[in-house]
């Protein structure tokens, strides 16, 4: 019993491990590569359309602080290059911005006018990631007793995910001696 409470500890001491490995281990993307956080010389649409966020990475802003600073705003602020409300400030020169939640997130630069010249950067956060995981293989379902199951027939292809739906037909009636006297 002691061996077996053992094992369990271990065991859920791993999956612990690996799940805080997850959260800290994330990628870190300088924002803009070697060209920084600046109104000049980088298209921070195409730099995010080339990457993948996920939940644990972090973005580093690295800029001239007398002359920038980030702001998270929301999406409609960032629409209208409006400073005036941010959801944060960072106003450092070298900051690390770690992502933490999933979904659309927005940073601008609050100076005047370098945000309308393109010092904006949407991103879309993905749910961390625990690694490759092979995506399960759709399949008939089977009772104990398929042998006299008819087999699933697809029926169609799914709007949502297009992942072909499949429905079982009518189970066989039990065979009892007062079905087979009619």
């Not at 999406?75 to 941010?86: M, V, Y």
């Not at 009636?173 to 007062?178: L, V």
Request: charge should be negative; proline fraction near 10%; charged fraction near 10%.
């Amino acid at each position: 019993m002691a061996l077996i409470k053992s094992n369990v500890f271990f065991t859920s001491l791993l999956i612990l491990v690996a799940l805080f490995g997850v959260a800290v281990g994330g990628t870190v993307h300088n924002v803009g590569d070697s060209g920084g956080w600046t109104m000049m010389g980088v298209n921070y649409e195409a730099w995010a359309s080339s990457r993948t966020f996920q939940v644990g990475d972090s973005l580093v802003f690295n800029y001239n602080k007398d002359y920038h600073n980030v702001n998270e705003v929301t999406h409609d602020d960032f629409e209208l290059c409006e400073p005036s409300k941010p959801l944060t400030r960072y106003e450092t020169g070298f900051d690390t911005i770690t992502l933490t939640k999933p979904g659309l997130q927005h940073f601008i630069c609050g100076f005047p006018g370098h945000c309308d010249v393109g010092q904006k950067l949407q991103i879309h956060v993905l749910p961390a990631s625990l690694g490759p995981v092979a995506a399960p293989v759709p399949g008939p379902v089977r009772s104990p007793s398929s042998s006299s199951s008819p087999s699933p027939s697809p029926m169609a292809v799914s709007p949502v995910n297009n992942a072909p739906q499949y429905q079982m037909g009518p189970s066989p009636a039990p065979h009892n001696a007062a079905s087979s006297s009619s």
